[in-house]
């Protein structure tokens, strides 16, 4: 079957559906949209018709079909459940050339009613011609996601100014030029950051610039989660498809890589410590350069780029030097651990707080005041700490929490390899050493941790011989008794 797409303007035109129930209701809803005059037909409504056709929304033909229903409409929708009620009104359609949709009837729908993404006004509508429903479906979720609201936003800008895009473009390939500016630049992006104004301000300044739109370059901070593409955030994986070159971190996964646009350039800034080493100050120029040069930079970071990522400092190089900066947060390493070795970071009983903290410097005791070292109704997040767990647990214990505090280290988190181990504070440095522990791993201190030994779902869990700590469950258990 081939058909003929059209959109159809029902606006102030009759229209009729027969059926009272959600599947009616439904085709209501899309027709009142249109502006259509809808009545509806059935013995019986479902509640919410019910209400409309109260409050006048819409017409009640109340009772059983009659051919006279389809009266001067245009156009009628079958959503009943009787198949032979359907026939009859696809029969009696057909006869007074009134276009008629039998829902789930292909064969019988003069007109068939696509899947869309709703961005008006701009719609993309979606057909099998009937014959894969749910393929239709699949491909609607997935240009939801490519085709964000900012693209209704941006249509209706165009509209508004069209007839002056015209105007200042009369040569054609300019204009087609301009379009392209303007369905992929900084406008879009603008509409994206909830800055309409900005948007159509760019949007004038690019009308007046002597010669078209010169490409402006951008830069995107993009946090890239922990490591698993699905830890990508629908922002995430734009900026990625969308991007020129991607300046990124050695912590960002080979998965996550594989994400971006194919023939972006891919250039490894990541800070080793000993091997190859990129300084700060060579990636704040090698963004600058690409962004000057009217590239669309990822400067892609693992986890979120502004916890422990120097996000900060790049975002403020940046707008010294005027680039248009975004920032698209991601799942942070903390986060990320804690979910994927089932520790809750924060619970009712155990801790109501929690520190993300870093044990890269010098002297840890630099970063980790007293307070938060003895809080015990606090979860400790230690980022960079695989090389200083002996010093570690010392300050801890220094600083009085019991020696069998349960820890959690979460090496490699959400990758493939992931592995946990689990003990008490006592045990930590020994049992990183035993169990070879490397980085990137995180630690997790505090009552919580002990959740890893019952609720690790994902990877390997290396449980240390139970000691002096009771499990979780056995805890719930004497709390019951
Ligand atoms: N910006 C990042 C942190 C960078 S600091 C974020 O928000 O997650 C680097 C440290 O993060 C590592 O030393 C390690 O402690 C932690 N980390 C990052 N990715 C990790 C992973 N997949 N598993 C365990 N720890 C990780």
């Known amino acids: 079957m081939k058909l003929y797409p059209l959109f159809a303007d029902l606006k102030g035109l009759p229209v009729l559906v027969v059926g009272g129930g959600g599947v009616a209701r439904r085709k209501v809803v899309a027709l009142c949209e249109a502006g259509a005059l809808v009545r509806v037909g059935a013995p019986q409504l479902e509640p919410e018709l019910a209400a409309w056709a109260d409050d006048g929304r819409i017409a009640w033909l109340r009772g059983a079909y009659e051919s006279a229903w389809l009266d001067g409409v245009w156009l009628v929708v079958a959503a009943t459940d009787d198949r032979e009620l359907n026939a009859r009104i696809a029969a009696d359609a057909g006869e007074r050339r009134i276009f008629a949709n039998i829902v789930d009837d292909a064969a019988l729908s003069r007109f068939h009613v696509p899947a869309i993404v709703d961005r008006s006004p701009l719609t993309i509508a979606i057909s099998t011609a009937g014959a894969a429903p749910a393929l239709a479906s699949r491909l609607r979720e997935t240009l939801e996601r490519v085709v964000d609201h900012a693209f209704g936003e941006l249509v209706r800008l165009a509209q508004r100014h069209r007839a002056r895009i015209t105007g200042r473009f009369v040569d054609l390939a300019e204009r087609r030029g ?12 603008l509409l994206r950051r909830s800055r309409p104004l900005d948007a159509e301000r760019a949007l004038l300044g690019a009308l007046q610039a002597p010669s078209g739109a010169a490409a402006k370059g951008s830069v995107v901070l993009v946090g890239a989660g922990p490591g698993h593409p699905g830890l990508l955030t629908l922002s995430a994986l734009r900026a990625l498809g969308e991007a020129d070159v991607i300046l990124h971190d050695q912590l960002v996964s080979a998965d996550v890589l594989a994400m971006a646009r194919r023939d972006a350039e891919r250039i490894d800034v990541g800070k080793r410590c000993g091997g190859r080493h990129v ?20 400067r892609l970071k693992g986890g979120d780029p502004f916890v422990f990522g120097r996000g900060g400092e790049e975002l403020a190089f940046l707008r010294r030097h005027g680039v248009d900066v975004e920032i698209v947060p991601g799942v942070t390493a903390a986060v990320a651990c804690a979910a994927f070795a089932g520790i809750p970071l924060t619970h009712r009983d155990h801790a109501q707080s929690v520190c993300l903290a870093t044990a890269h410097g010098k002297d840890v005791a630099d970063t980790l005041s007293g307070s938060v070292l003895a809080n015990a109704r606090q979860t400790l997040a230690v ?7 002996e010093m570690l647990a010392a300050q801890l214990l220094a600083h ?3 020696a069998d505090t349960p820890v959690a280290l979460v090496e490699n988190g959400t990758l493939p ?15 990183a050493k035993q169990h070879a522990v490397a980085t990137p791993a995180l630690l997790i201190v505090g009552e919580v941790a002990a959740y890893a030994r019952e609720h690790t779902w994902f990877g390997e869990l290396v449980d240390a011989p139970k000691g002096a700590m009771p499990s979780v469950a056995e805890e719930a258990c004497m709390e019951v008794a």
């Open 417 to 431: 390899r992931q592995r946990v181990v689990a003990g008490v504070l006592r045990d930590l440095p020994a049992l």
């Open 279 to 298: 300084k700060q100050e060579h990636t704040h120029q090698l963004m600058l350069m690409h962004a000057r040069a009217g590239r669309r930079v990822v």
């Open 178 to 189: 301009f379009y392209g500016w303007l369905h992929d630049g900084p406008v879009l992006s």
């Open 383 to 389: 980022y960079m700490g695989v090389e200083k767990l």
């Open 400 to 402: 009085g929490r019991a």
